[in-house]
């Protein structure tokens, strides 16, 4: 589709923002110092944050670097460990929103119930009846937000308490009790690490073992805080080099299976089980029969130390029922709690869904992605003009900042909203045989990656084939500096 020429009077656009997590207020903050301060922001629930509202359970933790886990506009010099707790990510999230006004931008308690393009604009309906409209949809809606509960027979039978890791109820008394965990990805592993100190006893149940790369959390010394603090360049450089660090180090090894740095960091991962686990029983429990970075590696300095406590079980028998009392393994064995927590992670699938989003010509997002979601380059969708997302299907995930990449990712949608704001086009998505091509290219890439070595993982779509971004983090960057305009329709 050609493009008309650029007007001298450049069009008022509204933006609608789709959530206000990390992303959320990244664009809200973006938007204003692009001058465009026509935007509204949507939250479904009554505060800003995201993944760090949602997740408040014990011993929850970023495994990316605090000073890498911000925002490159806002360093924080006072972050308190080289791996900031959950509560101090969320309050930071709160600072740098009400620092430039987005807390007063964002509309609380609003869930979006429908999007749908008519007539070269977006319509968006809540489900409190009322309704708005816009020229640009930003999709901040994040990937882990839909917990995913594990199909275990008579689940509800349980008489204690039952929740979800990302629905904790903090006014379950845990001091003394006998807590289940199911699960032993990167939360269940804080849960277990931060439980067992204070509970009477903790019961694990490992379906895979995992392998934990060893790693320390120190503590920022006054000193240091006071050196970021009033010598920016020095935390400038910091951040820098972290994200040198995993950009040339890590985003590379995971995208090449035989890459020698794999070979290292899973000897660092055995040497850490083989010297910190002394039952030889429990050690073998413990590892792994898979590549090490095949899933999400994890990260902890404690969880070894945790798990060999008197009051701590790792049960590796599967889960047969829930049962009143508690946990029946196959074993036939009832394991007898007061509390039963589900670490099971999320539907890492939905993304904008369950919100109908219906584009061009009537089509809905939840027939197009009735397989799998897919999106060119993460952000864009044909016959969905005008929407763009932010760490959306197919883009880096995996033990990267996601800050890191939604401000790459930003940076590039505003290179496709100015085509609409200057008159070039009205309508911009990208084109099909863009996204199909792309799509098997990154299909065929990911073929050899370490994620594609023999694990299941929630990185893996329906085929079993790795859904995250399967280059280098260099061409990711590469990529996100200037759009591809040939690929997409410009109407």
Same mark, same amino acid.
């Given at each position: ?32 110092? $692009?001058?465009?301060?026509?935007? $509204? ?146 939360? $269940? ?67 090449? $299976? ?47 130390? @945790? ?17 009143? @009392? ?79 990449v939604a401000e790459l990712q930003f940076a590039y949608i505003m290179k496709l909203v100015e085509l609409i704001r200057t008159r070039r086009c009205t309508e911009v998505s990208a084109s099909q045989q863009a996204t199909d091509r792309f799509d098997a290219d990154r299909v065929e890439a990911a073929k050899k990656t370490i994620w594609h070595s023999g694990c299941q993982s929630w990185y893996l779509d329906d085929r079993g084939v790795p859904a995250a971004w399967p280059w280098t983090f260099h061409r990711f ?15």
């Open positions: 589709m050609s493009t008309t020429s650029p007007s001298k009077e450049p069009r008022d656009l509204r933006f609608l923002i789709l959530g206000a997590g990390m992303s959320g207020i990244l664009s809200g903050i973006e938007l204003q110092k $692009a001058g465009l301060n026509d935007f $509204a922001i949507y939250e479904k629930a009554d505060r800003l944050g995201g993944t760090w509202r949602e997740n408040r359970y014990p011993g929850v933790a970023c495994d990316v670097p605090s000073h890498l886990y911000s925002y490159s506009f806002a360093p924080n010099p006072e972050w308190s460990h080289r791996f900031a707790p959950g509560s101090e990510i969320q309050t930071y999230f709160e600072t740098v929103a009400e620092k430039y006004g987005i807390d007063q931008r964002i509309q609380f308690g609003k869930e979006i119930t429908r999007c749908e393009f008519e007539d070269g604009r977006w319509r968006i309906g809540f489900t409190d009846g009322t309704r708005d409209e816009g020229d640009i949809i930003i999709a901040a809606t994040g990937v882990l937000h839909h917990p995913s509960y594990p199909e275990i027979e008579e689940l509800d039978s349980f008489e204690g308490e039952t929740f979800h890791s990302a629905r904790w109820d903090g006014d379950v008394p845990l001091a003394g009790k006998r807590i289940g965990v199911i699960g032993t990805g990167s939360t $269940a592993i804080q849960i277990t690490s931060a439980l067992v100190p204070e509970v009477a006893g903790l019961t694990l149940f490992q379906r895979t073992a995992q392998w934990v790369m060893p790693q320390n959390n120190p503590a920022y010394t006054d000193d240091e805080k006071s050196e970021f603090g009033q010598h920016p360049e020095t935390l400038e450089s910091l951040r820098a080099d972290i994200s040198q660090m995993f950009a040339e180090g890590f985003s590379n090894a995971v995208v090449d $299976a035989n890459s020698p740095l794999l070979v290292t960091i899973e000897a660092a991962c055995r040497q850490n089980l083989e010297e910190n686990v002394k039952d030889p029983i429990l050690r073998e429990k413990l590892r792994p029969d898979y590549r090490a970075a095949c899933k999400r590696l994890i990260m902890s300095e404690d969880f070894y130390d @945790a798990i060999q406590q008197p009051n701590a079980e790792l049960v590796t028998e599967g889960i047969e029922r829930i049962e009143n @009392a508690g946990v029946r393994t196959s074993d036939g064995k009832l394991h007898e709690l007061d509390v039963l927590v589900l670490a099971t992670g999320f539907r890492v699938d939905r993304f904008m869904r369950p919100i109908d989003v219906i584009g061009r010509g009537g089509v809905r997002l939840e027939d197009v992605w009735s397989e799998r979601p897919s999106a060119y380059m993460a952000i864009s969708i044909p016959d969905f003009p005008n929407l763009f997302m932010l760490n959306g299907p197919n883009g880096p995930v995996g033990n990267f900042s996601l800050i890191e960057r590469e990529e996100m500096e200037t759009p591809r305009f040939a690929e997409y329709e410009l109407c």
